[in-house]
């Protein structure tokens, strides 16, 4: 069955960077792009943005435009989203979710908090 | 970007009874190439990440119980559970994929009454 599965919760000082890891299995990785949503408490989800797994080819939203990196390693069948430049209000559940038409399965998610 | 406005916040529906949610678009989500809506509904529950519901607005995603039904076209939907089950409590979101940046709506909480 598809699986993808996220790093562990992250607790980040302001100004820090982040990565979180997301492992697929359970299907071929490369047929299937992979997004980043996030979810800070009390708010709405919030896509980040979007990679090939095929080619690499990225797509940012233009919020997070110079601060977000999205990468993958197709041999490990893992994507990444690094984060910089964190401030409080980036502590949020990060999700990766593969996508077809949509979003069809989602990461467990993954805790970042940022604090001093 | 394309804002998605739910209604309501919250309901709060008795056991059996039917629960409906709103979601509009700010701009049209038909293709006309194919016409499909690209809006997607998603079920959150405590602790756990959005699962899919609906895709293309009103096609049900494998496994999801026929008690969930989702309508509508350009920019007004619906998600309706025709009998509310304990299970449904949750958090339920509508999204469109039809332009970037992807876009959610804000949610709306369905309670047992």
């Known amino acids: 069955q598809v699986q993808l599965v996220q790093s562990g919760a992250e607790v980040k000082k302001p100004g820090a960077s982040v990565k979180v890891s997301c492992e697929a299995s359970?299907?071929?990785?490369?047929?299937?792009?992979i997004h980043w949503v996030r979810q800070a408490p009390g708010q709405r989800l919030e896509w980040m943005g979007w990679?090939?797994?095929?080619?690499?080819?990225?797509k940012y939203s233009q919020k997070f435009q110079g601060r977000v990196t999205i990468t993958r390693d197709t041999s490990a069948s893992t994507a990444y989203m690094e984060l910089s430049g964190l401030r409080s209000e980036d502590t949020a559940v990060y999700y990766c979710?593969?996508?077809?038409?949509?979003?069809?399965?989602w990461g467990q998610g993954t805790l970042v908090t940022v604090s001093s | 970007d394309f804002v998605m406005t739910q209604s309501p916040d919250s309901l709060a529906v008795s056991l059996g009874e039917r629960a409906t949610i709103n979601c509009k678009s700010s701009q049209s989500l038909l293709h006309s190439s194919n016409n499909k809506n690209s809006l997607a509904w998603y079920q959150q529950k405590p602790g756990q990440p959005p699962k899919l519901l609906f895709y293309?607005?009103?096609t049900r995603e494998s496994g999801v119980p026929d008690r969930f039904s989702g309508s509508g076209s350009e920019t007004d939907f619906t998600l309706t559970i025709s009998s509310l089950q304990a299970e449904d409590v949750a958090v339920y979101y509508c999204?469109?994929?039809?332009?970037?940046?992807?876009?959610f709506g804000g949610g709306t909480v369905v309670e047992i009454k």
């Open positions: 999204q469109q994929y039809y332009s970037s940046p992807i876009t």
């Open positions: 293309w607005a009103s």
């Open positions: 979710a593969r996508s077809t038409a949509t979003l069809d399965n």
């Open positions: 990679i090939n797994t095929g080619n690499g080819n990225t």
């Open positions: 359970g299907y071929t990785f490369i047929n299937y792009a």
